[in-house]
């Protein structure tokens, strides 16, 4: 069954009237980081890690682990909200900020849109736009510390404002787009956009999602 399918088939949290806006409706509140992928936990010889850029830009260009280490460095702490219903409050994120990495590519005009690979075999679509927001990071870190191999070490984007499926773990490279294409999530009946706010789960009408499927998972 699709994963989108089976998660459909469930019931729904009741509105937490606790958090007020904070949480968003048909999220459960955790203390632990879920831990959520699909495939294996990337090893990496950092050495010969890389960050690649392509598309529509001037010219493309890839990043080592010590070029993205140099760049100046931001922390943000920010709530997180995953499609699966868990949401976590003041996560501490630091790593560089997008619209800093931006100023190192030359981003041609007609670009609305961009699709960010991770490996393996990952990739989310976003607008362009909504990563020039200020809380945009590509995070080395969680809470101080360098994040976990199952977190995404060494790099993963952070999309406070999306749900979490954007924010994809083991970055290895934007591209820049003029038309928008959907990742693999958004082929597999999930929302193109996924603003948690508006419960934007599903491409298609009729969404539910089992309150209790990240406790299936891992977490630490
Ligand atoms: N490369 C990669 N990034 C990914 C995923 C993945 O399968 N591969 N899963 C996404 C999903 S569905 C979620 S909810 C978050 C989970 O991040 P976490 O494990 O740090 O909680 O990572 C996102 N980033
Ligand atoms: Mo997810």
């Known amino acids: 069954m699709r994963k989108a399918d089976r998660l459909k088939k469930a019931k729904v949290p009741p509105r937490n009237e606790k958090y007020g806006d904070r949480l968003p409706s048909g999220q459960t509140l955790t203390k632990k980081f879920p831990i959520l992928h699909e495939g294996e936990v990337p090893e990496y010889d950092?050495?010969?890690?890389?960050?690649?850029?392509?598309?529509?830009?001037?010219?493309?260009?890839?990043?080592?682990?010590?070029?993205?280490?140099?760049?100046?460095?931001?922390?943000?702490?920010?709530?997180?909200?995953?499609?699966?219903?868990?949401?976590?409050?003041?996560?501490?994120?630091?790593?560089i900020k997008f619209t800093d990495f931006l100023k190192e590519i030359g981003v041609k005009k007609n670009v609305k849109h961009v699709m960010v690979y991770g490996d393996y075999d990952y990739e989310s679509n976003m607008p362009l736009e909504d990563l020039l927001h200020d809380d945009i990071l590509i995070a080395h870190s969680y809470d101080g510390q360098p994040l976990t191999p199952q977190h995404g070490y060494p790099f993963r984007l952070i999309v406070p404002h999306l749900y979490f499926w954007k924010s994809v773990k083991w970055i290895r490279g934007i591209e820049f787009m003029e038309e928008d294409r959907p990742g693999f999530w958004e082929r597999n009946d999930f929302h193109n956009y996924g603003d948690p706010f508006k419960e934007q789960r599903f491409s298609v009408e009729d969404a539910y999602m089992p309150e209790d499927e990240w406790q299936k998972k891992e977490y630490d």
């Open 46 to 95: 950092i050495s010969k890690w890389s960050f690649k850029v392509f598309g529509e830009v001037e010219e493309e260009k890839k990043f080592s682990y010590d070029d993205l280490m140099k760049m100046p460095q931001t922390t943000i702490v920010r709530d997180i909200h995953c499609v699966t219903r868990w949401s976590k409050f003041d996560n501490s994120f630091t790593g």
